[in-house]
């Protein structure tokens, strides 16, 4: 797709969002903006990347990747990822993984369950859908890197450890 054709796609104030507000990787498939308000319509599109501000709304197809800002709504197909600020309500089917900050809810069109994520304990939340028809999901641990600065006399003491 041309960046023209995904401009049709896409509006801000009820108007095709400038070209030079956005970027469009065909490679990729990674739509980018750092404007907030948009309206994205890509129910016949599957397999495209999101990089938005806040205060979106989505409607996707399937396979669809997300990094969104704030209070953004999605309406998508399946196997999608999704790593949101707070206050955002997801509309989806089986196979999806949520990274989101507070107040967001799941809608599972495919077993009629609504998930509050407020429900889960701590700060971000982190779960993966059951698969197709099967109600629930999993908490998932996120991973953490932590980066350490070590003496040489520290290290080598560690080595000694690990070596024994």
């Not at 907030?36 to 205060?55: E, P, R, Y």
């Not at 990274?99 to 009629?112: A, K, Q, S």
């Not at 889960?120 to 859908?129: A, P, S, T, V, Y």
Request: one cysteine or more; proline letters at 1%.
């Amino acid at each position: 797709m041309t960046k023209q054709q995904i401009q049709e796609r896409v509006l801000q104030n009820g108007k095709p969002l400038d070209l030079n507000k956005f970027t469009w990787d065909e490679n990729t498939r990674t739509f980018s903006s750092d404007e907030g308000s948009l309206v994205l319509d890509f129910k016949d599109i599957g397999k495209v990347n999101f990089k938005t501000n806040h205060n979106c709304t989505f409607d996707t197809g399937y396979s669809c990747k997300f990094d969104t800002g704030y209070s953004c709504k999605f309406d998508t197909a399946s196997n999608c990822t999704f790593n949101t600020g707070n206050d955002c309500i997801f509309s989806t089917t089986h196979d999806c993984t949520f990274n989101t900050g507070l107040n967001c809810v799941v809608i599972r069109r495919d077993v009629f369950e609504i998930i509050n994520l407020n429900d889960i304990e701590g700060d971000r939340k982190h779960i993966k859908l059951n698969e197709f028809y099967v109600k629930g999901y999993t908490i998932i641990k996120p991973n953490h890197k932590i980066t350490l600065e070590l003496t040489d006399e520290q290290l080598e003491q560690i080595q000694k450890i690990i070596n024994n």
